[in-house]
């Protein structure tokens, strides 16, 4: 491990030496299970994006030749397109040449062709790099005795800096285009709470997050509200929607995490549409009216105080106090789409509520989920839809272990719910 070390930090050094600052050593690539480069290193690629440049393979031992880099070499430019290769044999550098076919030996990389100044433009790296940062912090926080598999790492992870970029694990700083900034943000936040023991008081799986969006239907636009929004990953869900249906919108999130507000705050200055996220208790502070409202409460909670629901009597049940929290703030025409635990739909304290809902709102749809739908709980989940609109018929189904596929845009149950929540026809 200690030469292993110390070959990396040569490698590093020399990278460095000929003008490389992002470098990044056996990285794990996005559609691609099997293939890790050695070393990757980007540069500019001279139109200020910031682009996969150069491969580095590494061997050692008395039999080796820079031919034995060749496959995974190759393999690396078709992927990445990358442009400069080598191979680094028990320390000496070789060059490929343009064919791929043959090396020269080398002092050393060659200065990238358009230097290595510009922007991150790769989603992926950059989510990568970010989620390198969390679990570096949450390391850290784990040696002073924090509970991190509780708690996010500081806001300060995400903080917005002068240029738009990432401060990286290793120190240094790689500027991101702030739309890519933005998108990396939420994967990394959700790709932490997805392997925390609490993750889902923190942010949803990002399938969960997008068929919720999805089951807005037509109702997306105006105001959005999440009084219970986390990190915010059903509010960016709306977001993206809203964007390729090109309508006004704005987004607001309350959490009473203080620090999970900021992180979705921070999240949400890079937003391509107006956000406001602050910290509050959604049941002792006053939330704004709105066209669209998508939650996920807290599962198993109570309120401090018991709560009057509309129907006239009273609760302590936390998720029954938050789908009636969210009616009276709807506005009427509105949507609201709920994430939650699926004692909900039986429950004996529930039933007079429900009656209540399905004899003075449209309780558009109920899709029950498996275990395994909330991360870091195993606990079987519903979405529930429900329109500030006349009574009519609920769409029902319950899924099974194919939930993902079942609740993508083209997929049957999702076809099904559209088809009946907004009339659409289920397949062209």
Request: proline share 7%; net charge negative.
């Amino acid at each position: 491990m200690a030469n292993e070390a110390s070959g990396n930090a040569e490698i590093r050094a020399a990278l460095r030496a000929a003008g490389y600052e992002l470098i990044q050593f056996e990285p794990g690539l996005e559609g691609s299970s099997k293939y890790r480069p050695d070393v990757l290193a980007f540069a500019s690629n001279g139109q200020g994006d910031l682009v996969p440049w150069l491969v580095v393979e590494v061997k050692k031992g008395p039999m080796k030749t820079p031919e034995l880099a060749l496959p995974a070499l190759t393999q690396g430019r078709e992927l990445l397109g990358t442009v400069e290769h080598y191979a680094v044999i028990n320390g000496q550098w070789y060059r490929a040449d343009r064919s791929m076919r043959s090396f020269e030996p080398v002092p050393g990389p060659l200065p990238p062709a358009n230097g290595a100044n510009g922007f991150l433009a790769d989603p992926a790296l950059a989510t990568s790099l970010l989620i390198d940062k969390l679990w570096f912090e949450a390391d850290k926080a784990r040696m002073s005795g924090a509970r991190v598999d509780y708690a996010f790492p500081s806001v300060d992870v995400i903080a917005e800096t002068a240029l738009p970029g990432i401060e990286t694990a290793s120190g240094g700083f790689v500027p991101v285009r702030p739309d890519v900034l933005w998108q990396a943000r939420r994967r990394a936040l959700s790709a932490f709470a997805g392997r925390s023991r609490h993750g889902s008081q923190q942010a949803s799986d990002p399938v969960i997050a997008e068929a919720v969006a999805q089951l807005l239907g037509s109702k997306v636009g105006g105001t959005v509200l999440d009084p219970f929004c986390g990190t915010g990953s059903f509010l960016w869900a709306v977001m993206d929607r809203a964007a390729q249906m090109e309508g006004p919108a704005e987004f607001i999130g309350r959490d009473i995490d203080a620090n999970l507000a900021a992180l979705a705050s921070e999240i949400g200055r890079t937003a391509p549409m107006l956000t406001f996220v602050e910290p509050g208790d959604a049941f002792r502070t006053d939330l704004p009216e709105a066209d669209a409202i998508v939650t996920a409460p807290p599962f198993g909670g109570r309120v401090q105080d018991r709560w009057s629901l509309l129907n006239g009597v009273s609760t302590s049940e936390l998720e029954i106090a938050a789908i009636d929290l969210c009616l009276r703030r709807l506005r009427p025409g509105g949507r609201a789409v709920f994430h939650l635990p699926s004692g909900f739909t039986f429950r004996h304290s529930s039933e007079s509520y429900r009656q209540f809902l399905a004899s003075e709102f449209r309780v558009a749809a109920l899709i029950g989920l498996p275990a395994g739908t909330s991360p870091g709980t195993n606990i079987r989940t519903v979405l529930l839809v429900i329109d500030r609109d006349e009574p009519g018929e609920t769409f029902v189904a319950q899924l099974g272990e194919d939930w993902r596929t079942q609740l993508t845009g083209e997929g049957t149950a999702m076809r099904a719910a559209l088809g009946h929540i907004d009339s659409l026809p289920e397949s062209e």
